[in-house]
């Protein structure tokens, strides 16, 4: 067997390899992208966990604020109603009015708190709902993940034991070369001949699509040795169906 068909014989298992991957891969991704949005979700509800605990606590001390204002007013009243003088009583009375006055501040900002914590209830509510929905579609896709999972499990042992007997039939130096290539065209790293017109002996690389100097298609009919496109780089190869059709015209 040439170094080529060597080549071909595991490029076709890689090829099935990452076919294969991919269906789990992409179900991988789902799942993790479902995590992430539950963790969002969660980060998102322990903030205004967070602010609506701070809010209670300043609508309670706000409120003991009113409560001792009143228990003042009370006691000022019955001051007021006991004074001796007109001086006495108009002091009394203006501090009243402070103490009024400052109430009402108090009970404008409890107001304005309780309406602020009542929005953080219910933005709450509506995170807990999405969560609720959301693990639902993430329990899908853990699921979905492990089926595809074990449905090509049995299948990718087998092809990975097919890969690494046909890596070890390539001549270490293609095999190299076929691994660096491999890492960033993947499906793309070979490519077949193809005829363009058979007339004029023009064939073109099956990946770019550029005509390719007679002697490579020779080349490849002949010893088969590693043979690149020099366009797009992409190791060459012929299929048999074009091999015999070449071959046969010209016996
Ligand atoms: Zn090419």
Redesign the pocket.
Known sequence: MSVTNKLLRLYKVDCQVRSLRSRVDSAERYLKQQDRTLDELKAKKEALDGQARQLKATIANDENETNSIEERITSLRDKLNNATSNKEYSALLTEVNTLKADKEAVDERVLESMTRLDEIKSAIDEIKGETKERTKVRSVALGERDQRAADVKDRLTELESDRSTAAGDVPPQALAKFEEEVEFREDEVM?PIEEHSRKHMEYS?G??Q?LLPFESVNRLLGNGDLTF?G??G?ILYIEDALREVVTGGKK
């Open positions: 490519a690389c990946s770019c550029v496109c366009n797009c992409s």
